[in-house]
């Protein structure tokens, strides 16, 4: 666990280029059969279950496909019983009718039996396969770089995490078991029919022809609209995360018509995509109703003449018919399936994409041990750009002693945050190193790297808990005594104490229920007891009053004793007993040296302090 202990949220701000993710809409999947190719070897770990699931519902569809051949038998007998009784020759064998419904009632038993159970195991399959998918995107995030954060949106993510997951879990369910079925059912129904009437079959699979040509045009047009559905989703759901997020400032700037004006835009387009999605997918029933339709016509017209002409018996017409609608229906749901398809392929390979995505490096080959290091840091002719055609640090060094407290100053953009991104391998680096007691940054596993840290930011990160899980967050495996001592010194214990609940308080999602202030004491608290070599604090106590001010100043000075700290200061009166001061100035430190010492130069940190000073004067 790392011990940045106020860490910005999922939604990054960063100092570089911020993006959006990739919204194109209306492109088709750019490699379907790849995709599920992908798909079918990630499944391929279930093929017992799917065996079972094939196998279980082959037995029920032929159950399913036996039983209207076996009632046209039944049909028949009791045909050939009024005929019988009619002329005087007899009568309807009652006992023969009863075997033959009795066999057609176990049929129908052992193919809903077998029905359950593929639909029981299925159904197990897409929700395991879901939740791995879902492990190992959360693993993945862990493993991807912040660049790109930079580059896609919170609710872009979020969609593949829940949205597309959704429907490649809802597909599978479907699909497979789907195709199973209807391949089987038109095989079994293809062999019953020849089985009554070659003539009347023919005429039956003419119409096949002309909805197989009705369904791959649909398709066709179809598949850019599915794949264009999930993405503009991912744009509805990072817009409406995003206003919730920060519903406040829109009130505050009066920016309700302009975000309605923005999601109404993304919400039309992906009612467009999804109004001609879903309205080409139903298409299909009817016209493949029509088309069946037709072919059922003509087969009865067909079968009348036959059976007039005593070449076939009313049972077999009255099957024939059956499997005539049954021969239809398993071509509109493989049509149906193929919409289905669509859809799993454009979600999966989504998924896919993102599971692709470029990782850092988290382990290295024989790291280096930070437990016994100093605190010392260096940086050498360190260069940096978050696009490697914008450089922003141009030449940066600096060499910084164990326990010694380091102020980075300089204007807005000068490029103070982006060094601590840097120092913390959030950012590897273009050109140069920076040295940790004597060692490359990038010889540290990433996760024992940041174990030296502890980071307070201006933008505090507190989640849904309690104030002692927050504050427990530095060091989970901390006491009570240790959590109520570092609340001490944060000066947080005696506000907590006057709390309904104390440290039992549940602080909401946005932790809006304690003030701003109050928030930035906590993440202070976490600080503490997270107990690091090396700490950072952006502006720390920027929301806190003056007094309360001094008081942390004071708590953070007996913590940072014996410790190296970095200090991103705006108000320079908060940093003149530092031993270092780097100032920045376009990526480049300008002057360095300590408060007495610079203002002595006259140069740019002159003229910042002194700018300052006649504001407050």
């Given at each position: 666990m790392s011990n940045t202990t106020n860490q910005t949220r999922m939604r990054p701000r960063p100092h570089g280029p911020m993006g959006h993710g990739p919204m194109g809409g209306g492109e088709k999947a750019k490699d379907f059969s790849g995709t599920i190719s992908k798909l079918i070897r990630y499944i391929s770990k279930y093929k017992i279950q799917i065996f079972v699931v094939m196998i279980s519902a082959v037995c029920s569809t032929v159950f399913n496909v036996v039983g209207p051949k076996i009632l046209g038998e039944a049909t028949t007998e009791v045909f050939n019983g009024l005929v019988a009784?009619?002329?005087?020759?007899?009568?309807?064998d009652f006992g023969a009718i009863g075997r033959i419904l009795l066999i057609l009632f176990l049929l129908y038993i052992a193919s809903s039996v077998f029905s359950f159970i593929q639909g029981i195991i299925m159904t197990g399959v897409s929700q395991k396969?879901?939740?791995?998918?879902?492990?190992?995107?959360?693993?993945?995030?862990?493993?991807?770089?912040?660049?790109?954060?930079?580059?896609?949106?919170?609710?872009?993510?979020?969609?593949?995490?829940?949205?597309?997951?959704?429907?490649?879990?809802?597909?599978?369910?479907?699909?497979?078991?789907?195709i199973i079925t209807s391949v089987t059912t038109?095989?079994?129904?293809?062999?019953?029919?020849?089985?009554?009437?070659?003539?009347?079959?023919l005429i039956a699979i003419l119409s096949l022809p002309v909805s197989l040509v009705f369904v791959s045009l649909i398709v066709k047009h179809s598949q850019k609209y599915f794949k264009a559905q999930q993405e503009y989703l991912g744009v509805v759901n990072g817009q409406v995360e995003e206003v919730y997020g920060g519903h406040t400032v829109v009130k505050v700037f009066n920016a309700e018509n302009k975000v309605m004006k923005d999601f109404d835009q993304a919400n039309n387009k992906l009612y467009e995509t999804a109004w001609k999605s879903q309205f080409l997918s139903g298409m299909m029933q009817p016209i493949m109703a029509f088309v069946g339709n037709i072919g059922?016509?003509?087969?009865?017209?067909?079968?009348?003449?036959?059976?007039?002409?005593g070449k076939i018996t009313v049972g077999?017409?009255?099957?024939?018919?059956?499997?005539?609608?049954?021969?239809?229906?398993?071509?509109?749901?493989?049509?149906?399936?193929?919409?289905?398809?669509?859809?799993?392929?454009?979600?999966?390979?989504?998924?896919f994409e993102f599971m692709e995505e470029e990782e850092e490096d988290i382990i290295v080959e024989n790291p280096t041990n930070p437990d016994k290091l100093t605190g010392s840091v260096e940086f050498k002719n360190v260069k940096f750009g978050y696009l490697p055609e914008q450089t922003i640090i141009k030449d940066f060094s600096a060499k910084i002693s164990p326990g010694q407290k380091v102020a980075i100053v300089g204007p807005t953009g000068a490029g103070k945050t982006t060094m601590i991104k840097l120092l913390m391998r959030f950012y590897d680096v273009n050109a140069g190193e920076i040295l940790i007691g004597g060692h490359n940054v990038k010889d540290f596993n990433r996760s024992e790297l940041r174990q030296m840290f502890g980071m307070v930011l201006q933008d505090?990160?507190?989640f849904n808990g309690t104030i002692r899980e927050n504050i427990r967050y530095g060091k989970l495996d901390a006491t009570d005594e240790e959590v109520i001592e570092a609340a001490r010194a944060a000066h947080v214990h005696h506000f907590v104490t006057t709390l309904p609940d104390g440290y039992d308080m549940e602080l909401n999602e946005e932790a809006s229920n304690v003030s701003q202030g109050q928030k930035q004491l906590l993440t202070i608290a976490r600080a503490i007891l997270a107990d690091p070599k090396i700490l950072i604090l952006d502006e720390a106590t920027s929301s806190v009053d003056t007094r309360t001010e001094i008081r942390i100043q004071k708590a953070m000075d007996n913590l940072m004793k014996g410790r190296t700290s970095f200090v991103i200061a705006h108000r320079l009166s908060t940093i003149r007993d530092a031993d270092l001061i780097l100032v920045m100035k376009d990526g480049d430190i300008v002057e360095q040296g300590t408060h007495e010492q610079l203002l002595e130069q006259k140069g740019f940190y002159a003229e910042l302090y002194n700018s300052q000073f006649e504001k407050t004067a």
């Open positions: 009784k009619i002329t005087g020759s007899g009568g309807i396969v879901s939740y791995q998918l879902r492990d190992e995107i959360s693993k993945k995030i862990n493993r991807m770089p912040m660049k790109y954060f930079d580059k896609n949106t919170h609710g872009e993510i979020l969609s593949r995490v829940t949205n597309d997951v959704d429907t490649l879990a809802m597909s599978l369910n479907q699909s497979i078991t789907q038109l095989i079994g129904v293809l062999i019953m029919m020849l089985s009554i009437s070659g003539s009347m079959t059922y016509v003509a087969v009865a017209i067909f079968g009348g003449y036959l059976a007039v002409n077999n017409i009255q099957s024939f018919i059956q499997y005539v609608r049954n021969f239809n229906q398993p071509v509109t749901q493989l049509a149906q399936v193929s919409n289905q398809l669509q859809m799993t392929a454009a979600a999966a390979e989504r998924v505090t990160w507190l």
